[in-house]
C-alpha cells in the first residue's frame, strides 16, 4: 500500500496574526508532563519548542547512593510504563562489568518479562494514542478501554509472578528474584491467546475505521534520513525503514533462540508506526509461547540469596549495556569503582531520544495533528526527564 | 384570560418534560457507551444508577462560580443564556402528539431549522468572551463547522418536506400514516443516513467535536465555564441533541405512528426520538475525532453536493408521482 506524505504546508509570515499556544505540560493530551510551545497561523502549527524537565527526579545521582541490588527497582521508575526493561538494562550492564554468568532458566524468563511488558506497554499506547485522537468523550475511550482492559490480564500475570502490577524489582544482577509459580505457564499461555485475538479485534475496528485512516495516512512523516539522523530508536525507526532491532542485531539474554521477525514499514507516517506496533504484539505473543514451550529447568540465579553488602560488590570497569525496549534502545551506561555502588550511572532513554523528532514533523501540521504524532511517538515522561 | 393560562401553562410542561428528559438522557447516554466499553456505567446512586443525573445537576449548582479576570464579563455571562434558548426554543413547534404540541407553525420546520442554526452566536460569545486560546480555536472552528453542516443538515430535513408537501410537522407526521419516510425507496433510507451525518456534525459530537476536542483544546469554548454556567451549556447541548433526534423521528419514522391506543402516541414519539438519539451516540462512541480540514472537506465536497441532489431527486419523484402535475 502506497501512502503518500503530507505535502509541507509553506506559509507566507508577513503580515499575518500568529498565537502562542501552550499545550501541557497540564493537558489532557499531554502524555506525562510534556510541554510544546505551539506558534500557530490558525490552525497550523508553524513552530514547535518542546520543553521538558518537569519530571526530573535525580534518578542518575540516585543510582550513585544505591547498592546494585537496591537499584533495580528504582530502575523500574525510569520508565514505569515498560518497567521490566528499565531494570533489565541496569542489570545487565553491572553483569557486563562483574562478567557474571545468568542462568538459562533466568535468561528465559527475563525474555517473557520483556516481551509481555512490551505488549503491556504497546497496549497502553495503543490506547492512549487512539484517546489523543478520539477524544475522551467518544470512540477513542472506547478502544482506550479495551486496550486498558487486555492490560489488565499482563499486570495480573506480573502481579502473581512479582507481588507488584506496575514497578517490580525483578530483575537481580546475576538473575531473576522470583520464579514462576505452578500453574503461572498455563495462565500465561491462555492471556497471549486471549489478547493475540483481540489485537486482531482493534485491527479490524480501527483500520476499517475511514476516518482513523485518514488521521493517521501521511501524518507526522519522519524520513528513513531524518530518522538516521535524529537517532530514534524502536517502532518509530522501524516505521521508517530501517530495520533494526537490539534483540537481532546484538542479541542478549538467549533472544537467538528465538524465531520473530522485525516488522518493519517504509512510509513513515503514524499509520506505519501503528502497523509496526501491531506487528510487534504478534512477534512478542509469538516469543512468549516460544519461551514457555522450551523453558529449561534450573536456578534463577548465579547469585541467589545476597545478603550483605560486600557480597553485591562488582570489580571495577564500566560497560555500556542496551536492550530493545517497548520505545526503542534502553541503554544504561555504569562505571563501577569495586564498591558495593557505581560510582556513575547514565541512562539513555528511548523516549528522550524520540522525542528529539518533534521539532522536525510537526511545523506545517494541523493542531489536531499535533496529538497524533505525539501520541504515535509514544513518549513516557519518566524515561525523558529520569 | 383562559386561553392566556394555557398559552402559559403549555410551554411551562414542555419545557419541564424537556428538562427531565435531557437530564435523564445523560444517564441513557452514559449507560449506552458503558455498555460499548464493557463497562456498567453509573451504579452508586440510587437502583442501577437512577439518580445520578440529580446528583449531578446538584453537585453542578454547588460548585463555585468562577468568572477569569480577563474575561470579557458581560459577553462571558450572556453567552450560557444565549447559547441555552435558541436550544430550548426548537421544542416550540414539535407537536408531540396531534394537537399536542406548543405551537403548530405552519412554519415549523423553517422555525425549528432557523432557531437550531442560532446556537452559534452563544458558542461564540463563550468562546470570545472567555479570553482563552483554547476558547478562541474552538470558537473559530465552531463557526467552520455549524455553518459547514447546517446546509445539508438543512436539505436532509426538506427531503420528507417535499414528500409530505408541506413545512408544518405535524402535517408531515400525519403524511407519514401509511408509510414512514424513512422506508420510501432508496430516497428515504439516502435521507435519513445523510440526516443522521449531518445532526452529529451540526452538534458537534464525535467524531466531529473538534470544538470541545479535549485532547487539543482541552475543553474548547467552555474551558472557562464552572457550575451553574457549565450546567446551562451543558444542557443546551444536549437539548439540541434532543430535540434534533425528535425531529429525525418526526420527519422520517413517522412520528406517534405506532400499534397501540391512541394515547400512546407521545410515548412512541419518545421511543423512536430516543433511537434517534441512541444511533448518534452509538456512531459517538466507534469513531475517532476527524480533522478541522477534513471535516470541512467532508461536508463541501461529498455531504452538501449530495443532498443537494437528493433534493432535487426527491423533487423530480415528487412531481413525476403527482397526478395531474
Given at each position: 500500500m502506497s501512502v503518500t506524505a503530507a505535502p509541507r504546508v509553506e506559509l507566507d509570515y508577513t503580515g499575518s496574526e500568529r498565537l502562542t499556544m501552550n499545550m501541557g505540560p497540564?493537558?489532557?493530551?499531554?502524555?506525562?508532563?510534556f510541554r510544546a510551545i505551539l506558534t500557530l497561523e490558525g490552525e497550523t502549527v508553524v513552530g514547535v519548542d518542546a520543553v521538558i524537565?518537569?519530571?526530573?527526579?535525580?534518578h542518575e545521582k540516585l543510582a550513585e547512593t544505591l547498592t546494585y541490588a537496591q537499584y533495580p527497582s528504582i530502575a523500574s521508575k525510569t520508565d514505569y510504563v515498560a518497567a521490566m526493561t528499565s531494570e533489565f538494562a541496569y542489570v545487565r550492564a553491572a553483569e557486563i562489568i562483574g562478567k557474571i554468568d545468568v542462568p538459562k532458566r533466568a535468561q528465559y524468563l527475563r525474555v517473557i518479562t520483556s516481551e509481555l511488558q512490551r505488549v503491556a506497554s504497546h497496549l497502553l499506547w495503543l490506547g492512549t494514542w487512539c484517546l489523543d485522537m478520539g477524544g475522551a468523550l467518544g470512540g477513542g475511550a472506547t478502544i482506550f478501554l479495551y486496550c486498558i482492559r487486555e492490560r489488565e490480564l499482563i499486570l495480573d500475570l506480573f502481579e502473581s509472578l512479582?507481588?507488584?502490577?506496575?514497578?517490580?524489582?525483578?530483575?537481580?544482577?546475576?538473575?531473576?528474584?522470583y520464579d514462576i509459580p505452578t500453574g503461572w505457564a498455563a495462565k500465561c499461555l491462555e492471556t497471549v491467546d486471549l489478547i493475540d485475538q483481540r489485537i486482531n479485534e482493534y485491527e479490524r475496528m480501527l483500520e476499517e475505521n475511514p476516518f482513523f485512516l485518514v488521521r493517521t495516512q501521511g501524518v507526522g512523516v519522519i524520513s528513513r534520513e531524518l530518522a538516521q539522523e535524529v537517532g530514534i530508536g524502536g517502532p518509530l525507526l522501524r516505521g521508517s525503514g530501517v530495520a533494526y532491532d537490539i534483540r537481532r542485531g546484538?542479541?542478549?539474554?538467549?533472544?537467538?533462540?528465538f524465531d520473530f521477525r522485525v516488522p518493519v514499514e517504509t512510509s513513515g507516517d503514524c499509520l506505519a508506526r501503528y502497523r509496526v506496533r501491531m506487528a510487534e504484539f504478534r512477534e512478542s505473543l509469538k516469543i512468549v509461547r516460544q519461551v514457555l514451550d522450551g523453558l529449561p529447568e534450573g536456578p534463577?540465579?548465579?547469585?541467589?540469596?545476597?545478603?550483605?553488602?560486600a557480597q553485591t560488590r562488582i570489580p571495577k570497569g564500566e560497560a555500556y549495556a542496551r536492550v530493545e525496549g517497548a520505545r526503542g534502545e534502553v541503554g544504561c551506561y555504569l562505571i563501577a569503582d569495586?564498591?558495593?555502588?557505581?560510582y556513575r550511572m547514565k541512562w539513555r532513554g528511548a523516549s528522550f531520544s524520540n522525542l528529539a523528532v518533534l521539532p522536525h514533523i510537526i511545523p506545517g501540521h494541523k493542531v489536531a495533528d499535533v496529538v497524533a504524532i505525539m501520541g504515535s511517538v509514544d513518549p513516557v515522561f519518566g524515561e525523558v526527564d529520569r | 384570560m383562559r386561553d392566556w393560562l394555557v398559552l402559559l401553562i403549555g410551554p411551562f410542561i414542555v419545557m419541564n418534560a424537556i428538562l427531565a428528559i435531557v437530564t435523564y438522557v445523560t444517564l441513557l447516554e452514559r449507560k449506552f457507551a458503558a455498555r460499548m466499553q464493557s463497562r456498567i456505567g453509573?451504579?452508586?446512586?440510587?437502583?442501577?444508577?437512577?439518580?445520578q443525573p440529580i446528583a449531578d445537576a446538584i453537585k453542578l449548582m454547588m460548585k463555585e462560580d468562577v468568572v477569569p479576570t480577563a474575561a470579557d464579563r458581560t459577553v462571558y455571562n450572556l453567552a450560557p443564556i444565549v447559547f441555552v434558548l435558541p436550544c430550548m426554543f426548537i421544542?416550540?413547534?414539535?407537536?408531540?402528539?396531534?394537537?399536542?404540541?406548543v405551537a403548530d407553525l405552519n412554519i415549523g420546520i423553517l422555525f425549528f431549522l432557523a432557531i437550531s442554526a442560532m446556537e452559534i452566536v452563544g458558542l461564540f460569545m463563550a468562546g470570545w468572551g472567555s479570553n482563552n486560546k483554547y476558547a478562541l480555536l474552538s470558537a473559530m472552528r465552531a463557526v467552520n463547522q455549524v455553518i459547514s453542516y447546517d446546509l445539508p443538515f438543512i436539505f436532509a430535513a426538506l427531503t420528507p418536506v417535499l414528500l409530505a408537501g408541506s413545512l408544518k410537522l405535524s402535517d408531515i407526521a400525519a403524511a407519514?400514516?401509511?408509510?414512514w419516510f424513512v422506508f420510501y425507496p432508496v430516497i428515504g433510507q439516502l435521507a435519513f443516513i445523510a440526516f443522521i451525518v449531518s445532526t452529529v456534525a451540526a452538534e458537534n459530537?464525535?467524531?466531529?467535536d473538534i470544538l470541545e476536542a479535549e485532547s487539543e483544546?482541552?475543553?474548547?469554548?467552555?474551558?472557562e465555564y464552572s457550575g451553574m454556567k457549565f450546567a446551562l451549556i451543558q444542557l443546551g447541548e444536549y437539548a439540541h441533541v434532543i430535540g434534533a433526534s425528535f425531529l429525525g423521528a418526526l420527519l422520517f419514522l413517522?412520528?406517534?405512528?405506532?400499534?397501540?391506543?391512541?394515547?400512546?402516541g407521545p410515548v412512541w414519539f419518545l421511543l423512536k426520538a430516543m433511537f434517534v438519539f441512541l444511533l448518534i451516540t452509538w456512531v459517538r462512541w466507534s469513531f475517532v475525532r476527524i480533522r478541522v480540514d477534513q471535516i470541512l472537506a467532508l461536508s463541501w465536497k461529498a455531504l452538501l453536493p449530495s443532498t443537494l441532489l437528493l433534493l432535487i431527486a426527491t423533487a423530480l419523484v415528487v412531481v413525476w408521482r403527482t397526478p395531474g402535475a
Open positions: 497540564q493537558h489532557p493530551s499531554a502524555h506525562g508532563v524537565g518537569y519530571l526530573h527526579r535525580c512479582v507481588g507488584a502490577r506496575l514497578l517490580y524489582g525483578f530483575y537481580q544482577v546475576g538473575g531473576v528474584r546484538e542479541p542478549y539474554s538467549s533472544y537467538e533462540d534463577i540465579s548465579s547469585r541467589p540469596g545476597l545478603k550483605s553488602v569495586g564498591s558495593a555502588k557505581p | 453509573p451504579y452508586r446512586v440510587g437502583p442501577h444508577g437512577l439518580l421544542f416550540a413547534t414539535i407537536p408531540f402528539a396531534p394537537g399536542l404540541g407519514q400514516s401509511g408509510l459530537r464525535a467524531p466531529f483544546l482541552v475543553a474548547g469554548f467552555r474551558v413517522g412520528a406517534w405512528a405506532g400499534p397501540g391506543p391512541e394515547w400512546l
